[in-house]
Nanobody, 114 residues
Framework: QVQLVESGGGLVQPGGSLRLSCAASGSIFSRVAMGWYRQAPGKQRELVATITSGGRINYADSVKGRFTISRDNAKNTVYLQMNSLKPEDTAVYYC????????WGQGTQVTVSS
């Protein structure tokens, strides 16, 4: 079973940047599309960015132009570079597969506040 460990969150002022990392166990990582999700208090979890095994990328409109997803298959890691952060980006961020999400990790808290 694939295990996912997210890291890199924290408290940042509006306009700031953070880089999230997600380390995955298992040998299938390089063959699956991965995504970054987020869940704000009182809201449903939403998918904000995806990257296929071949590197094709998509973003939710709310983060397009500000967030960049990437992956390093040699390290079984997917990243999310977040720039120009806004208070509405405050959420717990998770990574998981896109087509068949597995068990969720603990996530990493991102708080954007002055």
């Amino acid at each position: 079973q694939v295990q996912l460990v997210e890291s890199g969150g924290g408290l940042v002022q509006p306009g700031g940047s953070l880089r999230l990392s997600c380390a995955a166990s298992g040998s299938i990582f390089s063959r699956v599309a991965m995504g970054w999700y987020r869940q704000a208090p009182g809201k449903q979890r939403e998918l904000v960015a995806t990257i296929t095994s071949g590197g094709r990328i998509n973003y939710a409109d709310s983060v397009k132009g500000r967030f960049t997803i990437s992956r390093d298959n040699a390290k079984n890691t997917v990243y999310l570079q977040m720039n120009s952060l806004k208070p509405e980006d405050t959420a717990v961020y998770y990574c998981n597969g896109v087509v068949m999400p597995g068990s969720w990790g603990q996530g990493t808290q991102v708080t954007v506040s002055s």
